[in-house]
């Protein structure tokens, strides 16, 4: 008897096949002694659409809302359905004894097998491989450590209580809003309060007024200090007149040391990265988006097999991965990582809690590297970037803390206080790993304001005078608060439990690719169509708070504690009332997107639309279907700063390229073949010629052929 294996991905089969000697390729499987390995193209099943309940679900209507089955059925994906037909014979045949589920060890790959299993209606036994990482050892020990399926079955039914949620919520909302107001708006369960954060934050920037304010700062030659309130310790003065007043006191006058504080302080290695950490830390210093940094990281993990299970939201490792420490410590002492690695390879390494904690542990452990063999070399420049900050990540896990002596100076002149502050390291620690001198905590949210510089101070001590070279008087004005960048973004969502790690980075691009968001530069800021799906969807739906009690019960029912059918009794109440709320609202939609271009079929104003190849116009007028290519659709070419595909334009001076993020701005060389930036000539450029010379000349087809051969030459 056999052992059928189902995998999410046929890369993933490949390798689980290659350990286990299943060397057979057959169209939907590979076939070994022992086990038959398949895979599910990432999802194979799903949950059915509206019109598979009922036809007339077809056209939204929002009398029709809302759709609320009384059980969710499941269908299989129509473009992939061969390789579930391909799985659902394999499950026919008498010599499969049992399956083991071998999908990505989280809650979405648990859905994916389990629902594959329900409609090819496996009632053998099956058991679950359990691993953080891709490497042949990993597969080897999983498969002698199999897990008994039944061990997973909290974890799928949460699965299923966060899918049927996104379904009855989401759908239901959608179809609201788009049927009620005639525009294409999306919302959902996790994306609608994410967006309304964004929405908040814009408000906050449009209603801010600077304020002018003023600090005095005095200069000692080799430091400078800052004066600061007596009573409140701010170093702004926001009364010009009281800081010219200071600043005068202060002029010609002598100073003295009226008291010196030094202390030893310490800052700890950071915790190693989960996804959303790093993901952070790949936006702030590369531009990464997140789903680029998942895209990236998914790599590292499947094909070079160098780094453990990305979807992870635990920093600490578990005690049973003490003991290969030292293995994965020497794999990545490599190239500029090995004096960095040299120091612990020959003693006992000093594990301590903030690297290794059971109880800080969820379903898997921190990202860090597996120990396996890497070539530099062979990694592109995006995959040896994430893999940089994984692997020095890691080094900085096994050095001390980062010490340094902090001296404060209290300093007198004619009665004002000043203060300044300067700090000295001690011993680099773990900074050594990253060669920063900046005292800045990594795993700190967001550095705090100090408008104290960071400076060498002299050896004094208290009593003693000082020359005062000058005073000055700076003008400064308060700041708005920044719009949110990617890693900002993650941040606020982790916060406030909206998402998992593993789907933020596609709830941002949804954003983006509804038009509710737009990127301009490192910055995402929502356009006219987010803010007004805001004002239209129910201030309750657009609330973090009740997303995130919905997460917190998705945990809870995975853990055993919460129960499926009363979150999803709760939840079709919910979907029932927010569609009611649609119904009932008075509110107007006037398209964000409207130019002054009329449409030559009906005349109502055309809308402006984003699509994958480029933007495009359609009428605004729903029975209307006219549509056509607007100014501005995508090349091939590709942004020298960003690398993404540049939009061709029309100007006085001809056609020439943009990358809207960037502003970056490139002339098209139309002699040159044009629209996607090629050296290539024009395919009908190509026939003419060859026509002409093939078909006008007494020299046969000898000439043609030959310029044929040049033509293609040229253009590889």
Not at 122 to 144: C, M, Y
Not at 380 to 386: G, K, N, P
Not at 491 to 507: C, F
């Amino acid at each position: 008897m056999k052992t059928l294996v189902l995998t999410e991905k046929p890369s993933v089969a490949k390798e689980i096949a290659r350990v286990l000697g299943c060397n057979q390729k057959q169209k939907h499987h590979f076939e070994g002694p022992k086990y038959v390995v398949t895979w599910a193209l990432g999802h194979l099943v799903t949950l059915a659409e509206p019109d598979d309940y009922d036809p007339r679900y077809k056209t939204w209507n929002l009398e029709d809302l809302p759709i609320i089955p009384d059980r969710m059925k499941l269908k299989v994906i129509k473009e992939t359905s061969h390789q579930f037909r391909g799985i659902e014979h394999l499950a026919k045949r008498p010599d499969l004894s049992e399956l083991v589920i071998a999908t990505d060890a989280g809650r979405e790959g648990e859905l994916v097998a389990r629902w594959i299993m329900e409609l090819i209606r496996w009632k053998k036994p099956f058991k679950r491989l359990w691993i953080s990482s891709q490497t042949d050892q990993a597969i080897r020990e999983g498969f002698a450590k199999l897990k008994p399926g039944s061990d997973y079955n909290r974890l799928y039914q949460s699965a299923v209580c966060r899918s049927e949620a996104d379904w009855l919520i989401g759908l239901n909302v959608t179809r609201a809003l788009t049927s009620k107001f005639g525009a294409s708006l999306s919302a959902g369960r996790v994306q609608t309060p994410t967006l309304a954060m964004m929405i908040r934050r814009e408000a906050e920037i449009r209603e801010f007024r600077p304020v002018d304010y003023w600090m005095i700062e005095a200069d000692f030659g080799s430091f400078r200090a800052l004066w600061r309130d007596p009573k409140s310790g701010d170093t702004r003065i926001f009364d010009r007149d009281r800081a010219e007043a200071i600043k005068a006191k202060l002029e010609g006058t002598k100073a003295k040391v009226a008291a010196v504080q030094q202390t030893e302080k310490q800052i700890p290695h950071p915790l190693a990265y989960d996804l959303t950490e790093l993901q952070r830390d790949a936006n702030r210093k590369f531009g990464f988006s997140a789903k680029q940094t998942s895209n990236v990281l998914q790599r590292l993990y499947e094909q070079y097999k160098i780094v453990t299970y990305p979807r992870t939201d635990s920093r600490h490792l578990t005690s049973d991965m003490a003991a290969t420490l030292p293995a994965r410590l020497k794999g990545a002492a490599i190239g500029p990582y090995a004096p960095l690695a040299a120091p612990f390879l020959r003693k006992p390494l000093n594990i301590t809690k903030r690297i290794v904690d059971d109880s800080k542990v969820s379903d898997h452990h921190a990202i860090i590297p597996t120990g396996e063999a890497v070539s530099l070399a062979a990694l592109s420049a995006d995959e040896r970037r994430l893999y940089d900050l994984i692997v020095r990540r890691f080094l900085a896990l096994f050095y001390g803390p980062c010490r340094y002596d902090e001296t404060k100076l209290t300093i007198d002149i004619a009665g004002e206080k000043l203060y300044a502050s300067g700090k000295v390291i001690k011993q680099a620690g773990w900074k050594e790993v990253y060669g920063a001198s900046d005292f800045s905590d990594p795993d700190r949210e967001e550095a705090e304001a100090d408008d104290e510089p960071t400076q060498l101070l002299p050896q004094v001590k208290a009593g003693d005078p000082l020359p005062v070279k000058g005073s000055r008087q700076l003008n400064r004005q308060t700041k708005p608060p920044g719009r949110y960048t990617e890693a900002s973004l993650l941040s606020q969502m982790e916060k406030h439990n909206l998402g998992t790690p593993a789907t933020r980075a596609d709830i941002i691009e949804k954003l983006v690719s509804s038009d509710t968001i737009e990127r301009q530069g490192s910055q995402l800021l929502p356009t006219g169509k987010g803010a007004q799906l805001i004002e239209l969807a129910s201030e309750e739906l657009r609330s973090p708070e009740l997303t995130a009690e919905w997460e917190q019960e998705l945990e809870r029912i995975a853990k055993g504690k919460g129960s499926m059918e009363q979150f999803l009794s709760g939840i079709r109440k919910k979907a029932a009332e927010l569609v009611s709320e649609v119904k009932m609202s008075s509110a107007n939609y006037k398209p964000h997107n409207l130019t002054h271009s009329k449409c030559p079929e009906c005349g109502e104003f055309l809308q402006e639309i984003k699509g994958k190849r480029g933007k495009y116009l359609t009428c605004s007028s729903r029975e209307c279907s006219y549509r056509r290519e607007a100014d501005g659709q995508l090349s091939n070419r590709r942004c020298p700063q960003c690398h993404k595909k540049m939009e061709i334009h029309t100007g006085k001076a001809g056609k020439y390229f943009q990358c809207r993020p960037c502003n970056v701005v490139e002339k098209l060389d139309t002699e040159s073949g044009g629209g996607g930036g090629s050296r290539r000539a024009s395919a009908k450029a190509n026939k003419q010629l060859i026509q002409k010379y093939s078909d006008n000349t007494s020299v046969g087809n000898s000439l043609a052929d030959k310029l044929r051969a040049a033509m293609q030459q040229n253009q590889e």
